[in-house]
C-alpha cells in the first residue's frame, strides 16, 4: 500500500476514502518548512499538501537522492508555495483544485467590498464596544456600490465570478485587466492596461493567480492611479500587493479603504494595517464553506488516486 501524507486536516470524510487505499499519515503541527517539506519528499508516496507549505527547489534539492514522492495533489487553486519546474526536473506530478472554489471566493470578494463600502466592520466593532449612541444622519456614512465601476485585475473564473455578481446583481459597469485578450458572455470591457483599471473603477477587485509574474503587481504606482474615493480589494494572493504601499495609501487618504482576505507573510498581519479603520480583513476565508472544503479536499485525493493507478491526474498543472 502507497504512503499517503497529508499535511493538514482536511474533511472528514475524503480522509476516510483516502485511509481505505493508502497508509495514511496527517499532520497536525501545521504549515511544512523547508526542511520538514524535503523530508516529506523523502518519506511518502504521495503528499496532499496546501498553501503554506515550502515545496521549494532547496526542499527538492535537498531531498533529491531519497527522493521517494511522486505525487503532489494540492489543496487549492493556487500552488505558488510549490516549485511545479523542481517538481518537474524531480518527476514528481502537481495538480491543484480549480473550479470548485470559484463561487464560494467570488462571494468573499463581493462580502469585502460592501462590508468595505459600507463600513461594516468599523460599525460591529462601535456597536461590540458599547460605543454605538443610536442612529446619527450623518454617522458611518459609506458609498453606494450599485451602478458604479468595478475594476477586476485577472479575467480567471474567479475574476469573471465577481463580475457577473457585480453586474448583474448590482447594475454596475464592470472594466478589466488581463494579461490575455478574454471574452466573456456579459457587459464587460477589457482595458489596455492595469494603470487604465485602477484610474476608471470605484471599486478594484484583484482575482490573478499568485506567482512571480504577478508578485507585487499592484505597486505604489498602481494604488496612486485609483480614485481617492476607491476601494481595493484583494482575493488573490497576499503576495500579488505591495502591502506596505496599501498601508500608506490607506494611511494617506489616498485611496478611501481596502478589503483584504490575503497578506503577504500569512498568518502575519502588520499590525500598521490591523489599526486602520478603513479597512476589512479576513482570515483567508475564499474558500472556507463546507460544501467548497470538502470538493477541494476530493478533488485532491482524486487527482492522487488517478496517479496511484497510474493515470493522467485530471487537474495537473
Known sequence: MKTLLITRPIADPVIAQARTLFDVTVNEDGALDVAQAAQALADYDAILPTLGDQFTDQAFES???????????????????????????AGVQVSNTPDVLTDATADIGMTLLLATARRAGEGERMLRSGEWGGFGPKDLLGTHVTGKTVGIVGM?????????RCHFGFGMDVVFYNRS???????ARQ????????????????????????????????????????IFINISRGEVVDETALITALQTGQIAGAGLDVYEAEPHVPEALRELDNCVL????????????QAMGQMALDNIIAWSNGDAPPQAV
Open 181 to 187: 485578450a478574454k471574452e466573456v458572455g456579459f457587459p
Open 191 to 230: 482595458l489596455a492596461s492595469l494603470g487604465t483599471v485602477m484610474e476608471q473603477a470605484d471599486f478594484v477587485v484583484v482575482t490573478t493567480p499568485g506567482g512571480a509574474e504577478t508578485t507585487k503587481l499592484i505597486d505604489a504606482v498602481a494604488l496612486e492611479a485609483m480614485k481617492p474615493t476607491g
Open 282 to 293: 479576513l482570515p483567508h476565508l475564499g474558500s472556507a464553506t463546507v460544501e467548497t472544503r
Open 156 to 164: 480567471g473564473r474567479i475574476g469573471q465570478a465577481v463580475a457577473r
Open 63 to 89: 531531498a533529491a537522492e531519497k527522493l521517494r514522492c511522486g505525487m503532489l495533489g494540492n489543496f487549492g487553486v493556487g500552488y505558488n508555495h510549490i516549485d511545479t519546474v523542481a517538481a518537474k526536473a
